[in-house]
Each structure stands twice: as structure tokens, then as C-alpha cells.
């Protein structure tokens, strides 16, 4: 029997990708069939804006609510303070996004999952004071520190994700014991003071807001999105390619040139504003780095399309062969290694390992930046990108309301509200997708 969703026995056409005869003449010649993709790109404007609604309709939104949020957010904070948009203040913003940022990042990969980790922010606390400990109190070369805080880091996100996977426990007990236990260790390392000053030297340094180019800082910011621009024209080019050569739909050379615009604008624009305040971070540089990687290794590697199976539906995942104790385990200790990394750069931020590392709001505000972001807390859906995504969201209430000298309350109450209108939206699209076949 032909691999088809739908066939009709009249006139056989195939509702799919594969070619059928009609069922009451079998001498007839089979007819071809195109995937809708290719004709969507046949019509032109029109075929993309049919496949948009489509989309829509389907519950399959992406990150278009989180962009249009973002759009009436800075509309909003600008005509209330023209001081919003300027330089100065969107340098502050892609600075201190970085630190919760590098924690959303590893959360995206447990909410994949369909799990939660509470204990990211103990953890990224944790992981300052022991950096302080190991420098200050042991005079530990710097970078060393770094590399061994970070892998203890790893090392207590395999501990929860063993406990999970192995035990049963669940991720929610697990990792609450931990945000539990992780803090009381770093309150222990800060001993009476309760706080530990860093040199500005290695790390620390290095996470501070400077630029890798700081005495070139406006040749840098545009080389920065020059090899954006080229990473991304390079990589479609070459997928295009691959593409062609196994006989599957493919971007026109007209769509790779629209998307490369596009962030071409995009990033000589955020490189012309930035340099006209402190240029582009060290940590946004990293972080922006690090989502790059990442969002490889989630849509390129098997790796990756293990851990989206195993969000999907862990049954069919087993059935599929994957090891599904080793994806969440791995998945629990990159957790932990980001959460460690955010500690790092609160570090650089502040210079210091205090007792307000990596509490406060910290874990709230990582988990509300990934689900804002378009990280769906039911499991297999999401991006990296969501973190950056969330991020400048809530960063932008933050300093938009430090701005209007709004009480903390306030951001709160807003922030929550935004959380809760994500998971609504993500709510409804799932509903919708499963009411159109494709949930």
C-alpha cells in the first residue's frame, strides 16, 4: 500500500508527496503529485502568505506573539520616556540580559522535555561563590577556576537528572531539594560577611561590560554582523544545496536574499546603535555565541532529535531505540553547566560573590524567559532563541519601568502577566494544532 495520507479512488489524486493511478483503472498512468511546499513557492508572494495563515490557523505561531509583545513593549516605554530607545539605555539592556539569558538557555532543554529545574538559580549562585573561593581564598588561576566551577556545575545537573531518570524521582522534587540544599552550600562558602570580592582579572574581566574590541569598538560591532550576515547566507547556500541534490523543497535563491537582508538590516542596525554607547559586550558576544552553537546541536545533531523525540512521547521514543534515561540525564547536566556559566557572568557583572547571587528572582525570571521566548512547558517544541527572545522582553519592562521609577512591584505584576499570557497563547496553539491534525 502507497505511504499517502489520503487517496481518492475518482480521479487518484494523492493528498502527500508520492504518485497513485486511480483505483478503478489500474492501466492508467500514475499521476505525479507536488508537495504543497513547492507550490507555495510557485505562487510566489501570494503561496507564502496562503502558507502564513495556514500557519496560524494551525496553532503553528512560533515566535510572531513574542515579537509583536516586543514591538508594543518598546512602542509603549518610548513615547512614555524618550530616553528609552536611546544607546545608552539598549546597551544596558543587551548587557544584562546575558546572565539570565545563559540559564534560559539550559532550561530550554529541560522544558523540551516537558520538565522543570528549580534549582538553576541556587546553582548559578553556587557556582559565583565557589569561583570566589577557589580564586580569592586558594589563589587558583582564574581560568582553571572557571573550568572546574563549570564542570561541577555539569556534575550537579547529572546528580538531579540521575535521581530523575534512574530513581523516579521526580524532576520537580529532585531539583527543588536542590535549589534547597545548593543554597545552603553557598551560604556556607560566603561564611559570616556573606560576600566574597573578585579581581577584575580573567573571567571576571572578560564578562565586565567591555568589548573584545574596545579600542576598534566600531570596527568590531560591524565585523561582529558582517559574519552574522555571512554565517547565515553560507549556511543557507549550502542547505539549499543539500537539498537539491536529495530532490527535496528548497529556499529560492529570491527567499535566502530576503531572510539575509533582513538581518542584515537588523544587525548593522543594532551595531550602528551600540556603538554609539559602550559598543557590543563581551557577554552578549558569548551568549550570542553560545545560542549559535546550541541551536546547532538542537536542530542539526541526533543528539538534538533525541531530545525532541523524547519531549514529543517517551514511549515512542523508546520504541525508537533511544536511550531515554541517558537524554534526560544529559539534558539535566547542561542545565546545570549554564546555570554555572550564569553564575559567571552575575560574577563579571557585580565583581563579587554575595548573598544575592543567583536568588532573588533569578530562577523565575529564567523559567519566564524561556516559556515568553515560545518554550512550550508541555515538551517537545521550543528554541534556543526563545531565551534571547524572553529575555529582551523582560528586560525591556525591567528598564522601562527603572525609567518611569516604577516600584519593583510593579514588575513583578507585569512580568507575571506576560508569563501568563505565553502559556495561554501556548495553551490555545496547542489546541489548535491538535484540532488541525498536527499535534
Not at 538557555?105 to 523540551?112: D, N, Q, R, T
Not at 552550600?185 to 577584575?200: A, R, V
Not at 554609539?276 to 552578549?284: D, R, T
Request: glycine content about 12%; hydrophobic content about 50%; overall charge positive.
Amino acid at each position: 500500500m502507497s505511504d499517502t495520507s489520503k487517496v481518492d479512488k475518482t480521479d487518484g489524486v494523492v493528498e502527500g508527496q508520492t504518485t497513485v493511478a486511480p483505483a478503478d483503472d489500474p492501466t492508467a498512468a500514475a499521476v505525479s503529485v507536488v508537495d504543497p511546499r513547492l507550490l507555495v513557492r510557485e505562487e510566489g508572494l501570494k503561496g507564502y502568505w496562503t502558507e502564513f495563515k495556514r500557519k496560524v490557523k494551525g496553532g503553528e505561531i512560533g515566535s510572531l506573539p513574542v515579537v509583536l509583545g516586543l514591538i508594543v513593549i518598546w512602542t509603549i516605554f518610548q513615547l512614555k520616556n524618550d530616553r528609552f530607545l536611546s544607546a545608552e539605555n539598549l546597551s544596558n539592556i543587551s548587557f544584562y540580559l546575558s546572565a539570565t539569558g545563559m540559564i534560559a538557555i539550559g532550561l530550554v532543554f529541560v522544558l523540551l522535555l516537558g520538565e522543570i529545574d528549580l534549582s538553576v538559580g541556587s546553582v548559578s549562585g553556587l557556582a559565583s561563590a565557589l569561583f570566589a573561593v577557589f580564586v580569592v581564598n586558594h589563589s587558583m588561576n582564574p581560568w582553571l577556576g572557571l573550568i572546574l566551577t563549570v564542570l561541577i556545575g555539569v556534575g550537579i545537573g547529572m546528580f538531579h537528572g540521575w535521581f530523575f531518570a534512574k530513581i523516579g524521582v521526580p524532576a520537580f522534587v529532585v531539583t527543588l531539594a536542590g535549589f534547597l540544599g545548593w543554597l545552603g552550600l553557598m551560604l556556607w562558602l560566603l561564611g559570616s560577611t556573606g560576600t566574597i570580592n573578585i579581581p577584575d582579572t580573567g573571567p571576571v574581566h572578560l564578562l565586565s561590560q567591555r568589548s573584545f574590541f574596545m579600542d576598534q569598538a566600531i570596527i568590531g560591532a560591524y565585523l561582529l554582523a558582517a559574519l552574522g550576515v555571512a554565517s547565515l547566507l553560507v549556511g543557507s547556500l549550502i542547505e539549499q544545496r543539500r537539498r537539491k541534490a536529495a530532490g527535496v523543497p528548497f529556499r529560492t535563491n529570491g527567499e535566502i536574499a530576503l531572510r539575509v537582508g533582513l538581518l542584515a538590516v537588523a544587525a548593522f542596525v543594532a551595531a550602528y546603535v551600540l556603538n554609539s554607547s559602550n559598543g557590543v559586550s563581551n557577554a552578549l558576544v558569548i551568549f550570542l555565541v553560545c545560542l549559535v552553537i546550541v541551536d546547532f546541536v538542537l536542530r542539526r545533531t541526533p543528539f538534538g532529535r533525541k531530545v525532541f523525540a523524547v519531549g514529543g512521547g517517551i514511549e515512542a521514543a523508546r520504541r525508537a531505540g533511544i536511550n531515554v534515561s541517558l537524554v534526560r540525564i544529559s539534558v539535566f547536566a547542561i542545565a546545570g553547566g549554564f546555570a554555572a556559566v550564569g553564575g559567571m557572568f552575575f560574577a563579571g557583572q557585580t565583581q563579587s560573590a554575595s548573598l544575592t547571587s543567583g536568588g532573588g528572582n533569578t530562577l523565575m525570571l529564567a523559567i519566564a524567559a524561556a516559556v515568553i521566548g515560545g518554550t512550550s512547558l508541555f515538551g517537545g517544541r521550543g528554541s534556543v532563541w526563545s531565551a534571547l527572545l524572553g529575555m529582551l522582553v523582560i528586560q525591556s519592562i525591567q528598564t522601562g519601568l527603572d525609567l518611569l521609577n516604577m516600584n519593583t512591584s510593579i514588575q513583578y505584576m507585569i512580568t507575571g502577566a506576560v508569563l501568563l499570557g505565553a502559556v495561554v497563547i501556548d495553551s490555545v496553539s496547542r489546541k489548535s494544532q491538535k484540532a488541525a491534525g498536527r499535534a
